[in-house]
């Protein structure tokens, strides 16, 4: 028995043309005078409505092979070149309609063939049907422009924007919309002023669509004056608006007015939504707010969100590693749901952040095994810093493999990271050769490999790279300069550093922080200025903080000027008292002069403070494993602490036949001068190199890692071990590199 037939107005407009085919059609009324062209465009429209292309095909077919007035017309061709699968199925749909001749006299028919090529990445052939129209409307216009922005087409949709005002077309809202966005794109400032300006013009500035588009392109290029300008000025707001003006202070690092919208939001009566939450989260964690974390994950945990979520869950995980609370953030990672690669890249991301390098690379190699996720770029981003951190070299290089065989070789953040794993594990010359076969270089790309050259004591070659990265019209940046001054001071370029410092605000107009400022001291301090290092202090306009005065205190450390580092404590012991480092920095001063009374003050404030001193260790990576050695008697000794024993003592009696003396300053106990030689000879990276020429051949380099500055009598020692065992010993401490070869190193003693 058939049912009766549904209401006409109960169904989706798609649905009518399923219900056709499948036998309502017998149902119609036969009265009904419907011209059969008419009819099958409306079938090709509706099934094209609804997704169903396989249906909509055949009748195309059906139409070609019939006679007219059956032949298809204008109207047939643009739903169906909406849903063609591919490319290949456009350009057929096109050649169709040419062939028939209904292409140039019909906008819709051509605007749909534009769209279909730009969604396929066509440019080429989109601009040629584009060209080729004989009138062209706004949304002609409009499909083109937004089809170039969808493909990052940024130099060429301002191009055809500006062919379209120069024809005397007047662009809509949606014209608007598609060229804003292109202005973040190229950075162009002046561009989103320009677009903003006719806006007004063309009275599109009311329009809810534009201004928040130019609130979000305003913030984005850190432009937030403009961006508050143009959200006081709205009678209306929507969640978008407010989402758009909370992202453009958190993004320019105004976290603290960020938190304040996000409250007005909240008492103007627009309900935040996940993104919101998502740029609350950062704010307060950039802001250090404990509490409007714990406040921001509440409101998230009582809507669901947390575990619910995916988007905000990650969020969660992001805001507690940022601010230190790596163990929440764990807790909420794990109490995900669902884990995406987004998941385990935050959570990687948190460790490296919080400085857990190994924990990040077993969150990694989990990730891999268990939950067979692949990585993608933000996880090569993640995961190499800590390869780079820790000296992995070998396990860094299977990362390279597996980027080249993903192709994200040649994304430029993960070349860049690549560029600093090599720099950092002691392959410059890799490093290098990955710099020169960039097809694109950013700042940070530029800013990695100066560093690298800086680290290894290449100063000249440094500040050369700077020269070629001015000539590409490469803009320096904060990072750029700390780099380069960096290298001065690692070089021993002074002159060179005060001319950067100096250029980098005049003639760049980047406004120094404490970072140049901390450089800068430890520049002239490493060249023996204390004084002029004193007087730079003095005249900074900002109030110096721990990592200058620290550089200071290390500075008279190297030269023995302790009444110096005694003020430079002073306002350490104020800054950072719980910075343990400092204390041993001025411990190590008294030793070395041998005042033993101030040995004792400082040890018993340090005991006082309950604060405990950072041990020496050295690592080195062997067959794919890293061993780790610390300096003094070993809680656990290594397999072969035997071995590394005779191999230790082997080698001291051939320095010393060869004219060795151990500088006794560097031990900090008051003991025996045999006592003092076996606590010298027991050091972190003397132990490392030991077990490196045991488990390695003959001759061939050595890698060793430290998280300290080497000590004066090891970097002298090594000296002379590189020359007995004709090796290559490439150390690198918390400062730089050591190339130590022939009895000879890369630092000219200058470290």
């Keep these: 028995m058939l049912r009766p037939p549904m209401p006409s107005s109960a169904l989706p407009r798609g649905l009518h043309a399923v219900l056709i085919t499948s036998g309502h059609v017998r149902h119609l009324d036969p009265r009904l005078q419907v011209p059969p062209l008419l009819l099958a465009n409306s079938l090709i429209a509706a099934f094209s409505r609804a997704a169903l292309p396989r249906l909509a095909f055949p009748l195309l077919r059906r139409l070609l092979a019939g006679a007219h007035p059956l032949r298809p017309d204008g109207f047939t061709f643009p739903p169906l070149v909406r849903v063609a699968p591919g490319p290949a199925t456009a350009a057929q749909l096109h050649a169709c309609a040419l062939r028939l001749g209904l292409l140039h006299p019909n906008v819709f028919a051509a605007g749909s063939l534009v769209h279909a090529y730009l969604r396929f990445g066509r440019v080429a052939e989109a601009y040629r049907v584009f060209d080729e129209m004989p009138e062209r409307d706004v949304p002609a216009w409009n499909a083109m422009l937004s089809g170039l922005c969808r493909n990052a087409r940024a130099v060429d949709a301002v191009a ?11 662009g809509d809202a949606v014209t608007l919309s598609s060229v804003l966005p292109m202005c973040v794109l190229l950075g162009d400032r002046a561009l989103a002023l320009v677009m903003h300006v006719y806006a007004v013009k063309h009275g599109l500035d009311g329009e809810l669509f534009v201004c928040n588009a130019l609130i979000d392109v305003y913030g984005k290029l850190g432009m937030l004056e403009e961006a508050q300008w143009v959200f006081d000025g709205m009678a209306l707001r929507d969640l978008v608006t407010w989402n758009s003006i909370i992202s453009a202070y958190e993004q320019g690092g105004k976290v603290a007015s960020s938190v304040e919208l996000f409250h007005g ?60 609370k790596i163990e929440a953030a764990q807790r909420v990672f794990d109490n995900l749901l669902a884990r995406d690669v987004v998941s385990w890249n935050t959570l990687i991301t948190g460790y490296m952040q919080n400085g857990l390098s190994n924990e990040a690379i077993n969150a990694y190699n989990h990730m891999q095994k268990h939950e067979g996720l692949k990585p993608v770029q933000g996880t090569f981003v993640s995961v190499l810093p800590a390869y780079s951190n820790l000296g992995a070299l070998q396990q860094g290089m299977r990362m390279h493999a597996l980027s080249i065989k993903t192709g994200l070789n040649l994304d430029v953040y993960v070349s860049t990271c690549l560029i600093d794993l090599y720099a950092k594990c002691g392959k410059l010359a890799e490093a290098m050769l990955l710099f020169d076969h960039m097809p694109r270089r950013s700042t940070g790309t530029w800013n990695a490999i100066i560093a690298g050259l800086g680290v290894h004591g290449h100063g000249a070659k440094a500040l050369d790279l700077f020269s070629e990265m001015q000539q ?74 721990s990592a200058v005065w620290g550089a200071l205190l290390g500075a008279c450390r190297i030269h023995g000027n302790v009444e110096m580092g005694k003020l430079a404590s002073q306002n350490l012991c104020e800054l950072d008292p719980e910075n343990v480092g400092y204390y041993v920095l001025m411990s190590n001063m008294y030793a070395k002069i041998g005042k033993w009374d101030g040995v004792d003050a400082v040890r018993s ?63 900090l106990q008051d003991v025996e001068l045999d006592e003092k030689e076996q606590i010298l000879n027991n050091h972190s990276e003397r132990l490392a190199i030991a077990f490196g020429i045991i488990n390695t051949p003959p001759r061939t380099p050595l890698h060793i890692y430290k998280n300290l500055r080497v000590c004066g009598d090891c970097h002298n020692a090594t000296k002379y071990i590189s020359k007995i065992t004709e090796r290559e010993i490439i150390v690198r401490d918390s400062n730089r590199f050591h190339h130590f070869k022939d009895g000879h190193c890369s630092c000219g003693d200058f470290w």
């Excluded at 803009?475 to 001319?499: I, M």
Aim: aromatic share 8%.
């Design 605 to 667: 404030l340090v005991r006082r403070q309950n604060l405990q001193k950072t041990p020496g260790w050295s690592s080195m990576e062997v067959k794919g494993s890293v061993s780790v050695f610390y300096s003094g008697t070993q809680t656990e000794p290594h397999p072969q602490h035997e071995e590394i024993q005779r191999e230790l003592q082997d080698l001291l009696a051939k320095m010393k036949s060869l004219g060795y003396v151990p500088d006794y300053s560097f031990v």
């Design 472 to 545: 590409e019209g490469i803009k320096p940046d904060h990072v750029t300069f700390v780099s380069l001054l960096a290298a001065c001071s690692h070089a021993g370029l002074v002159d060179q550093g005060r001319s950067f410092f100096d250029s980098m605000q005049t003639v760049y107009g980047i406004v120094p922080i404490a970072k140049h400022y901390a450089c800068m001291v430890d520049m002239l301090g490493r060249a023996g200025q204390l004084d002029e290092a004193f007087e730079f202090i003095q005249g900074m306009p900002i109030k110096p903080d």
């Design 265 to 324: 939001m909240k008492e103007s009566g627009v309900n935040p939504d996940v993104l919101t939450l998502v740029c609350l989260a950062s704010a307060v964690a950039q802001c250090g707010d404990e509490r409007g974390a714990k406040s921001a994950h509440c409101y998230v945990m009582r809507r669901g969100w947390d575990v619910g979520d995916i988007v905000a869950g990650n969020a969660m995980v992001d805001m507690y590693a940022k601010l230190s």
């Design 160 to 170: 055809l924007f500006g062919r379209m005002v120069g024809l005397g077309l007047d």
